[in-house]
């Protein structure tokens, strides 16, 4: 069961349910892999509407390792997302609305 209250959503991925949370943890790898300066540019450049295929797949990691998952970014771009692409941009739309308060 997620917790909303602490930014966690529950999302399908190859057939199976995950739970994803970006922790602060998960932000500081996020700041570190996108290049962001600190974590107003993160969340200013994460809710920019602006992300690429490669940001999405960073951004899915962080949350899946964020909540415990040993995953890593090679074995999660192979996974597969219900609805294909828009499934993806659902997770990762889902993901930063739980963590930031706004859909990106």
Known sequence: MVNRHRGEIEVSLDGRTWKLCLTLGALAELES???TDGL???AQHLTSG???AGEMLKIIGA?????GHTLTDDEIK???????AVGY???VSQLLNATF???A
């Open 101 to 103: 308060g706004a859909e």
């Open 89 to 91: 941009v659902q997770i």
């Open 63 to 67: 949350g899946l390792r964020g909540a």
């Open 50 to 52: 602006r992300l690429t």
């Open 78 to 84: 192979e996974m597969q997302a219900e609805a294909g």
């Open 33 to 35: 892999s996108l290049g």
């Open 40 to 42: 107003s540019g993160l």
